[in-house]
């Protein structure tokens, strides 16, 4: 059981867990786990193979009859009872997705929060599995149309937020009578891996909740190829989305995929300025700007273009980087990798004539000569064709363009591949709802930050995914439709 306690803890290695028990790595290879803050190894995961997954397969086909069997409020107390074990493992939960993943403490307890909520609301869907009795077009006859689980649903988890966005998959396809396989990316699977430990103190049942380790390419990729698998959830980039379409296509996977983001935030000119700085400053700095639904791009239109940017570069001047464990404003970058493909989006769009208004950049001397750091920038675009207006940026950089009215700010923001989040601030209540019409993303934030609710539906469109999650369109979709024709004559 990890327990990061200081700096200098020593790393655990960690084993799979399949069908109740945990799986010895053995001789296998295996993935040291760094701590995005300092560059120490915190643990160690087998490197799965195709074989370790389709273990986890078969347990899970083989508990799922059993489960689906029990009655779905059991379903649902069990799921409730590893809620109470998160909460009551908050503190120690919550300090190892610092260790693991980089943000700060304040910003982990909040996500260990999450995964809380996410499974609480999954709970008390179970008196919610809804079906329909209808009227045939035959004498004595009915048709029922049911609601069964698909079977076994693998979840493949991003690095941003790992405890919770396991937790936003494991509870609604439990509840629905699914049986699950996890598996995290390689870069923070610890989360994953202590959830395990608390669902089977929980009492959730073998087989029920399988999860295993390595690289995606390798273990994800049998894990949806597998006859086994019946629904794939997943949770990252768009270039992971489109190469798992690809590989389950072969057997018509049914797949719902959250992918990248490109978020517009528009400011008007009759909006309160200062709330939408504030706001701004949520939505692009929140987890080193490590969210899907983040202020990738500003619009402000040019009367009030002066007065917000002098504000909000003020603002993000004096934002605090450190390390996570003292709450600073911004925390560690996942890795060295994402610090440098931030840095060449900004190279580009700095060639392609964008001007820098805060210089912040990598950071890599002093009190940031181990981590992976990047500080605050800020950048005025003339065209929106620009690497920074197209180019989902992920991190702690923010472009700023002025508009000349409200349409072209929503034809720029439309002029994107993704389709996941934007932001509107205006007084005008006929701007909000010309863009329910206008704006082409699944999801929109008026005249405030980010942050979606458990019972709202979380939703891209174009490249941003497909179906999605939260609320109870998200829990439907771990449920299937099932047609019986009932002829009594």
């Not at 870069?187 to 202590?194: A, I, Q, V, Y």
């Not at 608390?198 to 390595?214: E, R, S």
């Not at 001047?317 to 060295?336: E, H």
């Not at 210089?359 to 605050?376: F, I, K, N, V």
């Amino acid at each position: 059981m990890l327990d990061i306690s200081s700096k200098e803890a020593e790393a655990v290695a960690y084993s799979m867990f399949i069908d109740g028990a945990w799986t010895e790595g053995g001789d296998r290879d295996v993935i040291e786990v760094e701590n995005p803050a300092n560059q120490e190894i915190i643990a160690t995961i087998p490197d799965g193979t195709q074989d370790d997954a389709e273990r986890s397969l078969e347990a899970a086909a083989k508990a799922q009859p059993g489960w689906e069997a029990l009655p779905a409020i059991e379903r649902g107390r069990l799921v409730s009872r590893l809620a109470d074990a998160v909460a009551t493992d908050s503190h120690r939960l919550a300090r190892i997705v610092v260790a693991e993943q980089g943000k700060p403490l304040n910003q982990a307890e909040g996500e260990i929060a999450a995964l809380e909520t996410f499974l609480r609301y999954a709970a008390e869907n179970a008196r919610r599995i809804e079906g329909e009795i209808m009227p045939s077009d035959n004498a004595a006859e009915e048709i029922w149309i049911r609601r069964r689980p698909y079977g076994v649903v693998v979840g493949l988890t991003a690095w941003n937020y790992p405890a919770a966005l396991a937790g936003r998959k494991l509870g609604p396809a439990l509840v629905a009578g699914n049986c699950f396989v996890l598996l995290s990316h390689e870069f923070t699977p610890l989360s994953g891996l202590e959830l395990a430990r608390l669902a089977a103190a929980a009492g959730i049942p073998d087989g029920v909740f399988n999860v295993v380790t390595g690289r995606g390419p390798v273990i994800g990729r049998a894990l949806v190829e597998s006859r086994l698998s019946d629904l794939v959830t997943m949770t990252g980039s768009t270039r992971a989305g489109r190469e798992i379409y690809g590989s389950g296509a072969a057997q018509l996977k049914v797949l719902r995929l959250e992918l990248g983001g490109k978020a517009p935030f528009i400011v008007m000119e009759d909006a309160d300025v200062d709330a939408a700085v504030t706001a701004a400053l949520q939505a692009r700095y929140t987890n080193c700007g490590q969210v899907c639904t983040c202020s990738e791009r500003v619009y402000v239109h040019q009367s009030v273009a002066d007065q917000f940017t002098e504000k909000f570069v003020t603002a993000s001047r004096a934002l605090t980087i450190g390390d996570p464990l003292s709450n600073p404003d911004i925390g560690a970058k996942i890795s060295g990798g994402e610090v440098q493909k931030i840095k060449r989006i900004v190279d580009e769009g700095t060639r392609a004539g964008a001007e820098t208004l805060l210089e912040g950049g990598p950071l890599a001397s002093g009190d940031y000569s181990r981590g992976h750091w990047y500080a605050p920038t800020v950048l005025a675009v003339d065209e929106n064709s620009s690497p920074l207006m197209q180019q989902e940026i992920f991190g702690p950089v923010v472009p700023i363009m002025k508009v000349d009215d409200f349409d072209q700010a929503i034809d720029l923001a439309n002029d994107t591949e993704y389709g996941l989040s934007a932001y509107l601030f205006t007084k005008n209540i006929k701007r909000l709802m010309s863009i329910s019409h206008k704006l082409k993303f699944g999801e929109i934030y008026f005249n405030r930050s980010n942050g979606e609710q458990v019972q709202g539906f979380h939703t891209g469109w174009g490249q941003s995914g497909l179906g999605g999650e939260d609320g109870k369109y998200g829990f439907d979709g771990y449920l299937r439709k099932q047609t019986t024709y009932v002829n009594w004559a």
